[in-house]
């Protein structure tokens, strides 16, 4: 077994242990905790205005009588990116219900700003061409990332070139047109863990960027260790039901107008109702990975402890995903799954269980793939919130006779 470590439950939505002030302190925007931040950011205006659930707006366009307004609205928004005072424009600009979602996100992140993707790659391409527009076309990576964002670096689709490094070649690696540093940790698929607070050491000046889509905000938020970007594929824990696809890149305002700019020119937006379901996921986002992750801490025990399974790699952070290998032929055990969906993605209210050199990171090079620690055997476990006896009767069922 390589490292399975216990399940801290000091590292949880408790950790932040702020109390919330009188009415005065609340409306100044004094800092909350991470679970009441879940609860209520993003919907701070709605009992003022006689709302209880947040509204979902539709329009794609929204009527004005005064076309000189309109022009100096778009005139600001074309010089910094800022979100248009005053009502909305047109869709591909911003959208009131998105931006609910942005807002709650930026604030359970600790960063100034949001700005919500179509999809976690829309999110990474917007990144990458922010910063090619710059003329900083050059990449740092550490492997391994998600298959997808390997596979846009590698292939060099947007016009970048990448460097795979480990995190202590990274200042080597830099160069004077490196335009960004992108690490994932834990990482997809192997839960690898880095120590982010050395990494945006290392990167100098050049922003970096964190995948978070593993850990969610309730058991890191990457901009707290200098990390300048903090990118999830909304898709996962964010919506948390297996029923939205989306993107989001948490950052300072000024990188935010960046994104928002590319973002209305190239139009990879968000739709307002998956801002709307990604809203009321945050709501449940530090019960939910809580809950997932005591359940993942046991299953990660009685794999480790388990003479089918070599290997088991659960993160130092805990978290609700296992990565895990087997004796026998990984092929079997995802047939055999009964209450366990075997399927991709992860960070759904269900368990799922897919064998990521055929699936989802199929498309990195077997090489690659392998030299990341992604081996043939690896199966990588999503824990959703069943009981986790059952969880496991289907797993011991799955696991057979171990060869
Ligand atoms: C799924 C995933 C992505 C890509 O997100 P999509 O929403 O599928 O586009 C990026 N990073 C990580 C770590 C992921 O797991």
């Not at 905790?33 to 879940?38: I, N, R, S, V, Y």
């Not at 797993?395 to 171990?402: H, N, T, Y």
Request: negative net charge; proline residues 6%; hydrophobic residues 45%.
């Amino acid at each position: 077994m390589d490292s399975t470590s216990t399940y801290d439950d000091s590292v949880s939505a408790h950790d932040d242990p702020v109390h919330l002030g009188d009415g005065a302190a609340w409306r100044s925007g004094a800092r909350r905790a991470l679970a009441t931040e879940a609860v209520h950011a993003g919907r701070d205006d709605l009992a003022r205005q006689g709302l209880h659930a947040p509204p979902i707006d539709l329009s794609t366009t929204y009527p004005s009588y005064d076309s000189r307004a309109e022009a100096a609205r778009i005139d600001a928004f074309a010089t910094d990116g800022a979100d248009p005072a005053g009502p909305p424009v047109y869709g591909r600009l911003g959208n009131p219900t998105v931006a609910r979602f942005e807002t709650a996100l930026a604030r359970l992140e600790g960063t100034e700003s949001a700005v919500a993707f179509a999809s976690g790659m829309a999110a990474l391409s917007a990144v990458l061409l922010a910063r090619t527009a710059a003329g900083l076309r050059h990449v740092v990576a550490v492997r391994p990332l998600y298959g997808c964002s390997d596979h846009l670096l590698t292939a060099g689709l947007l016009g970048t070139e990448v460097t795979w490094t480990d995190p202590a070649g990274i200042t080597d690696a830099l160069r004077p047109d490196t335009g960004l540093v992108l690490v994932e940790s834990p990482a997809n698929p192997t839960l690898a863990e880095l120590d982010l607070r050395a990494v945006a050491h290392a990167c100098g000046t050049v922003p970096l960027l964190a995948d978070n889509t593993f850990a969610t905000p309730v058991l890191q938020r990457p901009a707290e260790h200098g990390a300048r970007l903090v990118l999830h594929s909304a898709t996962k824990y964010l919506g948390g039901h297996g029923d939205v696809l989306a993107g989001v890149v948490a950052c300072d305002e000024e990188f935010a107008g960046q994104l928002r700019k590319i973002r209305f020119a190239t139009g990879g937006v968000l739709h307002p109702l998956a801002g709307y379901l990604l809203l009321r996921g945050l709501s449940t986002l530090p019960v939910r990975v809580r809950a997932a992750s005591a359940t993942a801490a046991e299953l990660a025990r009685r794999l480790a402890a388990d003479p089918r399974v070599s290997r088991v790699r659960y993160p130092r952070l805990g978290g609700a995903m296992i990565a895990f290998e087997v004796l026998g032929d990984p092929h079997e055990v995802v047939s055999r799954v009964g209450l366990v969906t075997p399927a991709v993605s992860l960070g759904s209210v269900d368990t799922l269980i897919q064998h990521p050199a055929s699936i989802s990171h199929r498309i990195v090079d077997a090489d690659d793939r392998r030299g990341a620690g992604v081996s043939d055997r690896l199966l990588r476990l999503s824990v959703g919130l069943e009981d986790v006896e059952d969880l496991w009767s289907d797993l011991d069922r799955a696991l057979g006779q171990g060869r």
